[in-house]
């Protein structure tokens, strides 16, 4: 086929080819880690072009990167290569991507270049991810539920006891009865909080940008930060079934999470999108409704972004790590999906609500 053509020019072919057509994302930088070459896969994940890109410092064009120029350094000073299997990227566009990324040394026209090879993770491993933490947050609800039921009962007892027993002491000794009493209301309140909500979600069609402005009202009112709090709203949402009580409590102590930890300089975004084909508890949606509430906060420690929204997880000293597994409840009786990603400078706390099949 190939007349009169070398066996290094037909290597040479082949390999150019073999690299524009890999499912691998494929990228190449100088020795000041500034990007020479990308092939076709590298460019559809990162959504730009070589003819863009092509010079520009590799980290430079991420807003955020667990990934650092002094590992990549590292590599191309000791020749030794390295895998992390979950690298992430952030884009200027609050869009992020989690990578396993390979870099290694490869000699190009007599210089040294580092090759990097990229797989996109992030799909397979969140599913994998929200299934396990599904489980996981369901068994832990259920057994705090079970010890709160076994509490609240002796409770009960404690305070009727300590009612029946005032009305036999003297009037000095009667704010020992009533310290027992009120401790017994607190603790009964705490347990039907650890209950969580009682009452299933009264769903009826609603404009979801009536319950945001709602809750944007009454969190302007009460804003003694003055933290900058601005909406991005898509007026094209159709209306969907909520309940608009639940909906407003969750997007409160969402908010007002991030109000606590946010300083004079804090702001906090509420927006609106449509999202296609998305996965929520399990099952395929081609098309629901996205609210996100973002900060531009200190961040959620990675230590429990994994377990956030279980029952008495907090990230707050004086928190009681219910609220976020309250919101979690009230969003999985709407069927929907409540989830967040954090790292220092920004937190997403993400709701996915499906929107209903609409006839033909």
């Known amino acids: 086929?190939?007349?009169?053509?070398?066996?290094?020019?037909i290597r040479n072919l082949y390999?150019?080819?073999?690299?524009?057509?890999?499912?691998?994302?494929?990228?190449?930088?100088?020795?000041?880690?500034?990007?020479?070459?990308?092939?076709?896969?590298?460019?559809?994940?990162?959504?730009?072009?070589?003819?863009?890109?092509?010079?520009?410092?590799?980290?430079?064009?991420?807003?955020?990167s667990s990934l650092t120029n002094d590992r990549l350094l590292q590599v191309l000073s000791s020749a030794q290569d390295f895998t992390d299997s979950e690298v992430v990227f952030e884009f200027i566009e609050n869009y992020h991507i989690t990578l396993e990324v390979t870099a290694s040394v490869a000699v190009f026209n007599g210089n040294e270049h580092l090759l990097i090879e990229c797989k996109r993770i992030d799909k397979q491993r969140q599913i994998s991810a929200e299934v396990f933490q599904e489980q996981q947050w369901i068994a832990a609800r259920d057994l705090i539920r079970g010890l709160a039921h076994e509490i609240k009962n002796p409770l009960g007892g404690l305070r009727g006891a300590a009612q029946l027993l005032e009305k036999e002491i003297a009037e000095p000794q009667q704010e020992f009865t009533n310290l027992i009493i009120e401790q017994a209301d607190r603790l009964t309140n705490l347990v039907d909080r650890l209950l969580g909500p009682n009452q299933l979600p009264k769903l009826e069609f609603h404009n979801i940008h009536q319950v945001l402005e709602k809750v944007y009202q009454l969190v302007t009112l009460n804003n003694p930060k003055e933290i900058d709090i601005s909406r991005d709203y898509d007026p094209s949402i159709p209306d969907i079934e909520l309940d608009t009580e639940k909906l407003q409590q969750t997007l409160l102590n969402i908010i007002n999470n991030a109000i606590q930890v946010l300083d004079e300089h804090g702001t906090i975004k509420l927006k609106t999108r449509i999202a296609t084909n998305q996965t929520i508890n399990g099952k395929r949606v081609k098309t629901a409704v996205k609210i996100a509430i973002i900060d531009n906060g200190p961040g959620i420690s990675p230590e429990i972004q994994d377990t956030l929204f279980y029952p008495m997880v907090s990230g707050r000293d004086d928190g009681t790590g219910l609220g976020l597994s309250i919101a979690q409840t009230l969003i999985h009786q709407h069927n929907g999906k409540l989830s967040c990603h954090s790292f220092p400078g920004h937190t997403e706390f993400t709701i996915l609500l499906p929107l209903p099949k609409r006839d033909k």
């Open 15 to 64: 390999s150019q080819q073999l690299v524009g057509q890999l499912v691998t994302a494929v990228v190449i930088l100088d020795e000041n880690l500034n990007i020479q070459y990308l092939n076709s896969s590298a460019e559809a994940l990162f959504s730009k072009s070589l003819n863009r890109l092509y010079q520009q410092p590799f980290l430079g064009i991420f807003t955020y």
């Open 1 to 9: 086929m190939y007349t009169n053509v070398s066996l290094k020019e």
